[in-house]
């Protein structure tokens, strides 16, 4: 029963902050961002937030640093939005996983390429 509450609040969280990002923050060094994934600990205590950014190494730090100095107005912001008890503490992570995937398609375009 908790993995099914913690992964409707994960979702919650991940609509809720990407709305804020894209709306909500006035920032110039925040570009391009997207939410890919929300994971929250069973205790609803902390909250995982996986972004991923459109840009190179300069712009991702930026707008990793960006995000996570108006890391009190999200979560302020997102205890409004969201009904819980305590807002969980958001942890942001870049999400290396688009340019993982879009790696492996190269290298396998490649294998197919030399045969």
Known sequence: MSKIRTG???EQIKKELSQLIQSGL?????GFVTVTGVDVTNDLSQAKVYL?????????????KAIEKAN????SELGKAIRL?????????????????SH????????????
């Open 8 to 10: 409707r609040v994960g």
């Open 26 to 30: 006035k920032d110039p060094r925040v």
């Open 52 to 64: 991923s950014v459109f840009g190179d190494e300069e712009q991702k730090s930026d707008s990793l």
């Open 72 to 75: 009190g107005f999200l979560r």
């Open 85 to 101: 008890r305590h807002t969980p503490e958001l942890i942001f992570k870049i999400d290396e996983s688009v340019a993982y995937g």
């Open 104 to 115: 492996i398609e190269k290298l396998l375009g490649e294998i197919g390429k030399t045969e």
